[in-house]
């Protein structure tokens, strides 16, 4: 099966809730990326976090990574409307090799949030 | 200027015709990418540039033939296409990512339909 394994598929929250999504992988990896896009369009990096990191903010982004169980998380907190959108993980498998910036993207979370 | 532009937006052509769709940055990033996303799936990698120079090649059908003419300028030759080849093509940029890979920047996408 695929590297990157999202969970949930879909998510639907009332505005000012938060949102947590998770992604799983299956091979060692550099960094996981993670980013946004809304419906029909391209994707928007929202963060980075390198394999010997194990928390990183970014506004009210809050990104972990275990790579002892092979996942991170990443929590969206006080939600809006505007943050309805697909939000995926993506790997840099290249531990120790060349990179090439070869990313192979997770399944995706599809995030609702209502006003 | 953060931004990569993709052209055209939307390109419906028949099975015996020949298209290019193009990509453009200015971020002076060396490295450039070209993904397949269907609906409701994951950006799949198609092609990635590295110093003008095709680096990855995901075992991608010839009737797609990329080219890179210069660090700014992406294209994607297009001929013969099936209409499975439908989807929404999109292009990204990146420092070259000599021991890791960096953050890319996505264009907002060609939406392709092949009748």
């Known amino acids: 099966s695929q590297q990157g394994e999202e969970d949930p598929q879909a998510l639907s929250i009332q505005e000012g809730e938060n949102a947590t999504m998770n992604c799983s992988y299956k091979?060692?990896?550099?960094?996981l990326q993670w980013y946004r896009q809304n419906s029909g369009r391209g994707l928007v990096h929202l963060i980075l976090i390198r394999s010997n990191e194990r928390e990183k903010h970014s506004g009210r982004l809050r990104v972990t990574l275990d790579t002892s169980k092979k996942s991170s998380s990443l929590l969206i907190t006080a939600s809006r409307a505007a943050d309805t959108a697909s939000y995926f993980c993506a790997t840099d498998a290249s531990a120790g090799g060349t990179s090439y910036g070869k990313l192979t993207f997770g399944q995706g979370t599809i995030l609702t949030v209502h006003p | 200027d953060t931004e990569v532009t993709q052209t055209p937006k939307h390109l419906v052509m028949g099975m015996t015709n020949k298209k290019s769709l193009k990509c453009e940055q200015h971020?002076?990033?060396?490295?450039m990418y070209w993904y397949k996303q269907k609906a409701k799936k994951p950006p799949e990698l198609m092609f990635v540039?590295?110093?003008?120079?095709?680096?990855i090649n995901e075992s991608v059908p010839s009737r797609f033939s990329p080219e890179c003419p210069n660090s700014s300028l992406l294209n994607l030759h297009l001929h013969a296409l099936q209409p499975e080849d439908s989807a929404l093509y999109l292009c990204?940029?990146?420092?070259?990512?000599?021991?890791?890979?960096?953050?890319?920047?996505f264009g907002p996408g060609t939406r392709l339909t092949v009748t």
């Open positions: 971020m002076g990033h060396r490295a």
């Open positions: 540039y590295s110093y003008e120079k095709l680096s």
């Open positions: 990204a940029s990146s420092h070259f990512p000599a021991g890791h890979s960096y953050e890319q920047y």
């Open positions: 091979t060692s990896i550099n960094n």
